[in-house]
Each structure stands twice: as structure tokens, then as C-alpha cells.
């Protein structure tokens, strides 16, 4: 550790372009990308764009939360992995609720492999919904991500008895069955998959869609359908998912704002983890949209906390699929305070 001069003079504002694009390729539902980066001095400040909120499928900001939470982690990566020390003050002021989290470089600290190992894994992260190779995560990678999770201050349970692994995929399904049967969540998912949303930057595109749940062969733990159903004219990719796919529930001590934030961050750490070791993961997050169905899990696993993501994990096969659009830089940078 090599400290420079507590004197030296921080400015960020240089490497402000920098820091958003970083920031902006934090996971989010269904893309809607809910932030907004402000660059100050020595403070990057992390905000709630409230026109990207999801009514349907997010209606109290749960998970508009944990896509605010990926970010504000990934900035932290990048001010670390930029040898500044960084404090977290998440909502620093009570009269801007929107401004969810400020960091500030306090000083000066050389950052540890580990965190340049995570940063070169930014770029290769992407959410794989296509079949992965083979059927297992080594117990030591297991391990490791929990403890990445553990760190953040979130948990990782994974769906391992038999029994439990049928109740959990029962739950998905029926999820997945009730959302494809709502008209106002198909039409929220029509939005955000539309060719002029992905024109933005914004979405989900067709060609990142892979395994569809409803059609095929996937019944066992659906995955979501993003084409909504059957009945639809947009190109879909049927196919089997792996038979048995390795999944693990996020989960979180409390259930307010302040804990999906932590479980954002925990997230990001753990599917960087994960993309450094050349695995990544899709969600299945269905059952924790309906109230109900989310208490059922939490009855089935036992579970002391909050789930708040359910991931599949896995080693991707062949090609990569392409990556998700994000908002250019320019439309997440608002101008210093
Ligand atoms: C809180 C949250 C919930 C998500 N839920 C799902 C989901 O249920 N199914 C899914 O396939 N992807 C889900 N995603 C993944 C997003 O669709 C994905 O992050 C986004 O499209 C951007 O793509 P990328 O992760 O490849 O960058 C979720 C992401 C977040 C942060």
C-alpha cells in the first residue's frame, strides 16, 4: 500500500465520462437502466431516474433498487481500481430522495489484484439466457461467491435438495404462468423489448431473448418469456435449458430500500466473480414479482431473509451472446451540482 499526500487534491470531474460508462453497464430489469451519474470534486452521486421505473413487474422499486445497487458498486470498483479510498453514503441527503447513494474518494490507497481482476471482467459480463455447458459450479466457486455475497452484506443460498429444487421450480413456473396471462405485464414487457426502445439504448433485443420458457422444452425452472407467449410474431429461440440448472437465491436481511441497495451490490460482486472465473448467469425472478409466490419461497427454503434474485449459473457455451444496448454516456451524466 503506497499512501500519497493526504494534501493531494482529488478531482474526479476528468474521468467523468469514465465513471459513467462504467456505472451504466450495472445489470437492471428488463434494461430499463433507472440512473443517472453526477460527477463532482471528489464525489460521484448515484440517482433514481423515475421515468424508468417499471409499475408492473417492479411497483414498489425493489428492483430498480438492485440495478441502483449493481451501479453504485461498479463505481466503486472503478474509483478503487483508480487507487482512491471510497466512502458510501447511501441517500447523504434527506431532501433529495432521489439521490440514492454518493461516494466520495477520501484519499489515497493502492487497490488490491482482486479488484482489477473484477474490473477486467466488466466488459465480458452479460446475462446468458441460452443453455449452459456442463451442469455443475465447483463447490470452492460456490464458496466464494456466497462469501462475495457475505461480504456485501447479503446471503447466498443454494437450491440444492431435491425435494426444495422441485418446490423452487414450481414456484418459477406458475410465476412465469400467471405473468404471461396478464395483459398489462405483457404489455410493460412489449415496451421494453419494442425496436425503437432498443434503438435508445434501452430494452431487451430479440437476439439476447435465448431459451423461452412457455414453448419447448423448459418447463423445469421457465425461464422468462420476453417474446410474451406463444402468440406473438417476434422472432423466439425454443430449446431446451440445461436439464438441471444450478441455482441460487440472493437474498437480503430486511426488505426496505437501504437492503436493495446492499442486495445490488452483492450482486455486481458476485457475477463479476463469477465472469472472472468464465461463469455467468440469467435470473429467475419470477415468483418474487407476486407477493404470494414470493412468500412461498421464503417458506420453501426456510429462508431468516428477503429474496431478492433468483440466478441460474452456469458456464457459457460457444459464443457469447451479444450485449444488451446501453444509454449513451451522454444521456446518464447530468451536469456537476
Ligand atoms: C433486479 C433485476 C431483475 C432481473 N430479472 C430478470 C429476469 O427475471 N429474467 C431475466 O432473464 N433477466 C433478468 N434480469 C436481467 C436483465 O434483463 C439484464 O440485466 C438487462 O437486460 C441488461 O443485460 P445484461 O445483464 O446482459 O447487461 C434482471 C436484472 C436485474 C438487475
Same mark, same amino acid.
Given at each position: 500500500?503506497?499512501?500519497?499526500?493526504?494534501?493531494?487534491?482529488?478531482?474526479?470531474?476528468?474521468?467523468?465520462?469514465?465513471?459513467?460508462?462504467?456505472?451504466?453497464?450495472?445489470?437492471?430489469?428488463?434494461?430499463?437502466?433507472?440512473?443517472?451519474?453526477?460527477?463532482?470534486?471528489?464525489?460521484?452521486?448515484?440517482?433514481?431516474?423515475?421515468?424508468?421505473?417499471?409499475?408492473?413487474?417492479?411497483?414498489?422499486?425493489?428492483?430498480?433498487?438492485?440495478?441502483?445497487?449493481?451501479?453504485?458498486?461498479?463505481?466503486?470498483?472503478?474509483?478503487?481500481?483508480?487507487?482512491?479510498?471510497?466512502?458510501?453514503?447511501?441517500?447523504?441527503?434527506?431532501?433529495?430522495?432521489?439521490? *440514492?447513494?454518493?461516494?466520495?474518494? $477520501? @484519499?489515497?490507497?493502492? !487497490?488490491? /489484484?482482486?479488484? =482489477?481482476?473484477?474490473? #477486467?471482467?466488466?466488459?465480458?459480463?452479460?446475462?446468458?439466457?441460452?443453455?449452459?455447458?456442463?451442469?455443475?459450479?465447483?463447490?470452492?466457486?460456490?464458496?466464494?461467491?456466497?462469501?462475495?455475497?457475505?461480504?456485501?452484506?447479503?446471503?447466498?443460498?443454494?437450491?440444492?435438495?431435491?425435494?426444495?429444487?422441485?418446490?423452487?421450480?414450481?414456484?418459477?413456473?406458475?410465476?412465469?404462468?400467471?405473468?404471461?396471462?396478464?395483459?398489462?405485464?405483457?404489455?410493460?414487457?412489449?415496451?421494453?423489448?419494442?425496436?425503437?426502445?432498443?434503438?435508445?439504448?434501452?430494452?431487451?433485443?430479440?437476439?439476447?431473448?435465448?431459451?423461452?420458457?412457455?414453448?419447448?422444452?423448459?418447463?423445469?425452472?421457465?425461464?422468462?418469456?420476453?417474446?410474451?407467449?406463444?402468440?406473438?410474431?417476434?422472432?423466439?429461440?425454443?430449446?431446451?435449458?440445461?436439464?438441471?440448472? *444450478?441455482?441460487?437465491?440472493?437474498? $437480503? @436481511?430486511?426488505?426496505? !430500500?437501504? /437492503?436493495?441497495? =446492499?442486495?445490488?451490490? #452483492?450482486?455486481?460482486?458476485?457475477?463479476?466473480?463469477?465472469?472472472?472465473?468464465?461463469?455467468?448467469?440469467?435470473?429467475?425472478?419470477?415468483?418474487?414479482?407476486?407477493?404470494?409466490?414470493?412468500?412461498?419461497?421464503?417458506?420453501?427454503?426456510?429462508?431468516?431473509?428477503?429474496?431478492?434474485?433468483?440466478?441460474?449459473?452456469?458456464?457459457?457455451?460457444?459464443?457469447?451472446?451479444?450485449?444488451?444496448?446501453?444509454?449513451?454516456?451522454?444521456?446518464?451524466?447530468?451536469?456537476?451540482?
Amino acid at each position: 500500500m503506497i499512501a500519497r499526500l493526504s494534501s493531494e487534491v482529488v478531482d474526479l470531474r476528468p474521468h467523468a465520462d469514465a465513471l459513467a460508462d462504467v456505472g451504466r453497464r450495472a445489470p437492471s430489469l428488463h434494461n430499463a437502466q433507472p440512473w443517472a451519474f453526477r460527477v463532482g470534486l471528489e464525489t460521484v452521486d448515484v440517482l433514481l431516474d423515475r421515468s424508468r421505473l417499471l409499475p408492473v413487474a417492479d411497483p414498489d422499486t425493489r428492483q430498480a433498487h438492485l440495478g441502483l445497487g449493481a451501479a453504485v458498486f461498479l463505481l466503486r470498483l472503478k474509483l478503487s481500481t483508480m487507487d482512491y479510498a471510497v466512502r458510501v453514503q447511501p441517500w447523504p441527503d434527506r431532501d433529495a430522495p432521489d439521490l *440514492v447513494a454518493r461516494l466520495t474518494a $477520501t @484519499g489515497r490507497r493502492s !487497490a488490491p /489484484d482482486s479488484e =482489477r481482476r473484477l474490473l #477486467a471482467a466488466v466488459s465480458a459480463r452479460r446475462t446468458i439466457r441460452t443453455p449452459f455447458a456442463g451442469q455443475d459450479v465447483p463447490v470452492p466457486l460456490r464458496v466464494a461467491w456466497r462469501e462475495d455475497a457475505e461480504a456485501e452484506g447479503a446471503g447466498l443460498r443454494w437450491v440444492e435438495g431435491p425435494g426444495e429444487r422441485i418446490g423452487v421450480a414450481a414456484l418459477v413456473a406458475a410465476a412465469e404462468r400467471l405473468q404471461q396471462r396478464d395483459p398489462a405485464y405483457l404489455a410493460e414487457l412489449d415496451r421494453w423489448t419494442a425496436p425503437e426502445r432498443i434503438a435508445e439504448g434501452l430494452g431487451v433485443p430479440p437476439s439476447t431473448f435465448g431459451v423461452t420458457g412457455t414453448a419447448g422444452h423448459s418447463a423445469v425452472f421457465p425461464m422468462r418469456d420476453f417474446a410474451g407467449g406463444l402468440e406473438t410474431d417476434r422472432p423466439r429461440h425454443v430449446g431446451p435449458v440445461e436439464e438441471h440448472p *444450478v441455482v441460487a437465491v440472493l437474498q $437480503t @436481511g430486511g426488505d426496505r !430500500a437501504e /437492503d436493495w441497495l =446492499r442486495g445490488g451490490q #452483492a450482486l455486481m460482486r458476485l457475477l463479476l466473480a463469477a465472469a472472472a472465473d468464465g461463469y455467468a448467469a440469467s435470473y429467475l425472478n419470477q415468483p418474487l414479482e407476486l407477493p404470494g409466490l414470493r412468500q412461498q419461497l421464503r417458506d420453501e427454503l426456510r429462508l431468516d431473509g428477503w429474496p431478492q434474485m433468483i440466478l441460474r449459473l452456469g458456464r457459457p457455451a460457444g459464443a457469447l451472446p451479444p450485449q444488451a444496448p446501453r444509454r449513451p454516456v451522454a444521456d446518464v451524466l447530468l451536469p456537476p451540482a
